[in-house]
């Protein structure tokens, strides 16, 4: 591998005006510079694309456009076939990283060999901001507990791995996605410094529990091909675990 791998962007876009402008400007501040990025548009409404063709850097590939609104899965998984990166790394329209995120994760990388890594991040929204602490090591076991990992953190090895894709569902997809790339990686590696920005809307899919858990148990039992009795202990074991990192993530 060369000493400075080409780096592969993901970015899906909807509706994105209001914040895609930090979320690009973070990734031309980037101290790495061997990257490109790559946005599917999907049939957004407002003025994003706009933005997003006023850049003027070839690292900054020409919009992948859809003609009607099929969902950020299609958006990312149509980006990720474009890509000609060495790594592919994602950030959501509305996140954005510290000057210095790629190139620490690619050293981080490279120097332990590890082909899927996140890190540490910042949850913000207009009211407050906060430091995510991850856990140092996921496995696809630990997946199946909870969702341990922020999608705009995350960089796999395609070289190593292959391109890796997420099912085409509306919710929950970049979990399917960490799934996908762990039964090839075995494992995921944090390194623990917070890197990312990620925005938590208020009224984002999060904030509604019991939607929340439908789409979980839909994740077991649907996507994963779980039966509806297991699935419905894996979501026992689901909530479990998702009240001790909620708790962890408000008070420590």
């Given at each position: 591998m060369k000493d400075n791998p080409l780096v592969?962007?993901?970015?899906?876009?909807y509706n994105g005006a209001k914040y895609i402008n930090?979320?690009?400007?973070?990734?031309?501040?980037?101290?790495y510079t061997d990257w490109e990025l790559i946005i599917c548009d999907d049939n957004s409404t407002d003025?994003?694309?706009d933005i997003i063709n006023s850049y003027n850097d070839k690292r900054i590939l020409a919009p992948i456009q859809l003609q009607k609104n099929q969902g950020a899965a299609v958006a990312r998984n149509l980006a990720i076939e474009k890509a000609s990166g060495?790594?592919?790394?994602?950030?959501?329209?509305?996140?954005?990283?510290?000057?210095?995120k790629l190139m620490k994760q690619i050293n981080f990388m490279k120097k332990n060999n590890y082909s899927f890594s996140y890190t540490n991040y910042v949850?913000?929204?207009?009211?407050?901001?906060?430091?995510?602490?991850?856990?140092?090591?996921?496995?696809?076991?630990?997946?199946?507990?909870?969702?341990?990992?922020l999608t705009s953190t995350v960089i796999y090895n395609a070289e190593q791995l292959g391109k890796i894709y997420m099912a085409n569902?509306?919710?929950?997809?970049?979990?399917?996605?960490?799934i996908n790339?762990?039964?090839?990686?075995?494992?995921?590696?944090?390194?623990?410094?917070?890197?990312?920005f990620y925005r938590r809307h208020e009224d984002s899919i999060s904030s509604n529990k019991l939607q929340l858990f439908k789409f979980n148990f839909d994740f077991y039992n649907s996507v994963l091909g779980y039966?509806?009795?297991?699935?419905?202990?894996?979501?026992?074991?689901?909530?479990?675990?998702?009240?001790?990192?909620?708790f962890k993530e408000k008070f420590l």
């Open positions: 592969s962007i993901i970015t899906p876009n930090k979320c690009i400007n973070s990734v031309l501040n980037q101290s003025n994003s694309l060495n790594f592919i790394a994602f950030l959501d329209n509305d996140d954005y990283w510290t000057n210095d949850q913000f929204n207009s009211k407050k901001r906060k430091g995510i602490n991850c856990k140092n090591k996921v496995t696809k076991k630990d997946l199946l507990k909870n969702n341990y990992i569902i509306r919710k929950r997809q970049d979990w399917s996605l960490f790339i762990i039964e090839k990686s075995k494992y995921a590696y944090n390194l623990p410094e917070e890197l990312s039966s509806k009795t297991y699935s419905i202990l894996l979501m026992t074991r689901f909530l479990f675990y998702y009240v001790i990192k909620k």
